[in-house]
C-alpha cells in the first residue's frame, strides 16, 4: 500500500505563486506514474496533469499549461506541482494520485490518493 499527503496550500493573490507537494510513503519500491488532480465546490474533480513512471512523459490540462509544472525527487519519494500566474479559476481542492499506469492517472483511476491540500486564489 502506497501512502500519499499533500502540503503547501494556502491562500494567494491572483498572479502569485505556490508550490505543493505530495510525500509517498509504504510500498514505494516500484516506480509510479504520478498526477495532480483539483476539485472546485460543485464541480467534478479535474485532472491538472501527471508525469510518467520514469519521466519520460509529462501531460497538462490546457488550463494550466505554461503555468503550472510538475516535477518529482525520486529520493524524496516526492512530487511537486509548482504553480505559477495563478488565477481565481485555479481556485479547488488539489489532490495527488499514483498508479503503475499512466492511462490510468488521466482517467481518474488511480489507486492511490492524497487527502488533499486547499488552493485558493482572490
Known amino acids: 500500500h502506497v501512502q500519499l499527503v499533500e502540503s503547501g496550500g494556502g491562500s494567494v493573490q491572483a498572479g502569485g505563486s505556490l508550490r505543493l507537494s505530495c510525500v509517498a510513503s509504504?510500498?514505494?519500491?516500484?516506480?509510479?506514474?504520478m498526477g495532480w488532480f483539483r476539485q472546485a465546490p460543485g464541480k467534478e474533480r479535474e485532472w491538472v496533469g501527471s508525469?510518467?513512471?520514469?519521466?519520460?512523459?509529462?501531460s497538462y490540462t490546457d488550463s494550466v499549461k505554461g503555468r503550472f509544472t510538475i516535477s518529482q525527487d525520486n529520493a524524496k519519494n516526492t512530487l511537486y506541482l509548482q504553480m505559477n500566474s495563478l488565477k481565481p479559476q485555479d481556485t479547488a481542492m488539489y489532490y495527488c494520485?499514483?498508479?503503475?499506469?499512466?492511462?490510468?492517472?488521466?482517467?481518474?483511476?488511480?489507486?492511490?490518493w492524497g487527502q488533499g491540500t486547499q488552493v485558493t486564489v482572490s
Open positions: 508525469v510518467s513512471n520514469y519521466g519520460d512523459r509529462t
Open positions: 494520485a499514483a498508479d503503475p499506469s499512466f492511462a490510468k492517472i488521466v482517467l481518474g483511476r488511480a489507486n492511490y
Open positions: 509504504g510500498d514505494t519500491y516500484n516506480r509510479y506514474s
